[in-house]
């Protein structure tokens, strides 16, 4: 089975590094000045310095070479995936796309699954998420990884075919509880990164991080998902790994919104948008969701750090 990866950010450079170790495997890139300096230097020295391309890997920005593969893996960010999808729909309709972003898209409130099985309804939609980052896979360092598809038997099939010697994917079938897990993960790192930011302490960061956590089950479950997806590598394993590091990029913008500087707006952050259009849909399925709202609000400057802090710690006592 041949597996192409579009779109070349660090994420997508890293899964095609990863898988090409393996097998051959393509890396499509829009910018055609990109891909063919990826294909003379054998580095994505743009998005992922320092990780060198297999021989195996081939980089190109033809979208010929959709037609040529079974599988799609897309490495484009939430927002856009919409567009890329109605715009290339012919190339990818009989393709089984498996969805590598995390968030919520912010018009519709849904999830990347969702959005592929809306604009892309011929081909199979799967989704890979889980706690991981760039450089860490680049390296070959070790990596778990959730696989969320149904029908299980194309899980189990991607499952063996994208899992390498550095990436092991496990799998479910649960893909609302994997897409919000993903998504909401991102909104927590922000709230995390802004207390660590103000100097607030590594105990209010866990504070944040497991009532966080009680609002992405309060969620996940309203919308049919299982508790225990929740508590695997795209929920509990996702939310560790982002709320602790500054390779976060949703961490990093937290930081910078509670250390009151100005975040660099070239940098794609998933869980700015994700925030806003979960707080939206909270408040029309009536669910309680104070850190989302409050990291809204702190997006758009309706409150300070320190009225956020002050307005979480005087909501009213209650039993965990």
């Not at 909401?184 to 960061?205: F, H, T």
């Amino acid at each position: 089975m041949s597996v192409a990866v579009l779109g070349a950010g660090a994420f997508g450079t890293a899964l095609a590094i990863s898988l090409a170790r393996k097998a051959p495997a393509t890396l499509w890139c829009r910018d055609e000045a990109h891909a063919a300096e990826m294909q003379a230097s054998r580095e994505n020295t743009r998005r992922l310095p320092d990780a060198p391309l297999p021989v195996s890997l081939t980089v190109t920005s033809d979208t010929d070479c959709f037609e040529a593969h079974d599988v799609i893996l897309l490495a484009v960010p939430m927002q856009k995936m919409r567009s890329f999808l109605v715009q290339h729909r012919a190339a990818l309709a009989t393709k089984t796309l498996v969805a590598c972003c995390k968030g919520i898209e912010l018009d519709t409130g849904l999830g990347p699954v969702s959005v592929l099985r809306e604009a892309a309804p011929e081909a199979t939609a799967a989704l890979l998420t889980g706690p991981s980052f760039a450089a860490d896979i680049a390296k070959g360092l070790p990596t778990a990884l959730t696989l969320a598809c149904d029908p299980d038997e194309t899980g189990k099939m991607l499952q063996s075919s994208l899992s390498t010697d550095n990436l092991r994917l496990y799998r479910t079938t649960d893909l609302v509880g994997a897409e919000i897990g993903g998504a909401l993960k991102n909104v927590i790192a922000i709230a995390c990164g802004a207390v660590i930011g103000a100097q607030l302490g590594d105990s209010a960061r866990a504070a944040l991080m497991t009532r966080g956590y009680a609002e992405m089950q309060r969620l996940a479950l309203a919308r049919g998902a299982r508790p225990e997806t929740l508590a695997g590598l795209s929920g509990f394993g996702d939310l560790t790994l982002t709320c602790g590091s500054e390779q976060s990029r949703n961490f990093r913008l937290g930081l910078s919104l509670g250390r009151g500087e100005v975040f660099d707006p070239s940098i794609t952050v998933e869980g700015a948008a994700t925030a806003r259009a979960t707080a939206k849909a909270a408040q029309v399925m009536g669910l309680e969701m104070p850190i989302t709202q409050t990291v809204t609000n702190l997006l758009d400057q309706r409150l300070t750090i320190a009225d956020a802090a002050d307005q979480l710690l005087k909501r009213p006592l209650k039993e965990e």
